[in-house]
């Protein structure tokens, strides 16, 4: 079985190389790939850069170049639910792209044609995180996750989010896996452990608590990667 890890940024993966220890690296598309053998499987680590856009070039080359059968996101996102402290993590059941807009021919928001505004995670890769976390006594909470083009850090934008998709985090990357790995019939999942509550404190929070909900979230699917 070969798994694919993306984060978005350097800080999200390199709790997972530092705990793999043995990999070698392989450049496509401006991105290194850490290629780490593990009994009989093979894992790709690699983080995208920031964005959907950068997040989809990483998945899909994962998964068309080299082969990743599932893939696992591990990283860091805003809290927008009230019970959802930094340090907390989530697990995305559903993703969706909130900075998606063509209402002016009456889609709803976050709907493009022939593509659907929630896209699920799967089942069998969340009801082992959801094991894991029965058994380390982890809190893990289950949720909507709305990605976008934006680092969110305002109460107002916030608001908005929760209101018209029901979300309860908010991330740049998510949604843009979820739409390669449901279109290429992969198997994913979506895990962030929260930096900052999305607000006016967003940026302070988010720089102070980047590395260690990094880990967090990396430690996690550590634990993950044991059971797949
Ligand atoms: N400080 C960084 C930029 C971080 S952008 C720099 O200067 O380079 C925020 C990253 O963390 C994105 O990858 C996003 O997925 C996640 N994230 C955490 N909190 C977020 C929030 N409040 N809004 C949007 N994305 C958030």
Redesign the pocket.
């Known amino acids: 079985m070969t798994l694919g890890i993306i984060g978005?940024?350097i800080e999200e993966i390199t709790p997972l190389l530092e705990l793999f220890g043995d990999y070698k690296g392989r450049q496509v598309g401006g991105n290194t790939y850490y290629e780490i053998q593990r009994g009989e499987h093979k894992i790709f680590v690699a983080y995208s850069k920031?964005g959907k856009v950068h997040s989809a070039l990483t998945s899909s080359t994962m998964i068309l170049h080299f082969g990743c059968e599932k893939i696992i996101f591990s990283?860091?996102?805003?809290g927008l639910s009230a019970d959802l402290k930094v340090g907390d993590l989530i697990l995305g059941q559903k993703l969706c792209q909130y900075d998606v807009d063509i209402s002016a021919f009456g889609h709803p928001l976050g709907f493009i044609p022939e593509s659907k505004i929630f896209i699920e995670s799967d089942a069998t890769l969340n009801s082992i995180a959801r094991e894991i976390a029965k058994k380390q006594g982890i809190k893990l909470k289950e949720g909507t996750i709305a990605s976008g083009d934006?680092?969110?850090?305002d109460s107002q934008k916030k608001q908005w989010i929760i209101q018209h998709f029901g979300a309860d985090a908010?991330?740049?990357?998510g949604a843009s896996v979820a739409v390669v790995c449901d279109l290429l019939a992969v198997p994913f999942c979506i895990l962030r452990s929260i930096?900052?509550s999305?607000d006016g404190n967003?940026d302070v929070s988010?720089?102070e608590f980047l590395v260690s909900s990094a880990k967090r979230s990396a430690d996690f699917v550590m634990m993950m990667c044991e059971m797949i």
Do not use: T
């Open positions: 978005a940024m920031i990283g860091v996102a805003g934006a680092f969110i850090a908010v991330e740049m990357e930096s900052d999305a967003a988010f720089d």
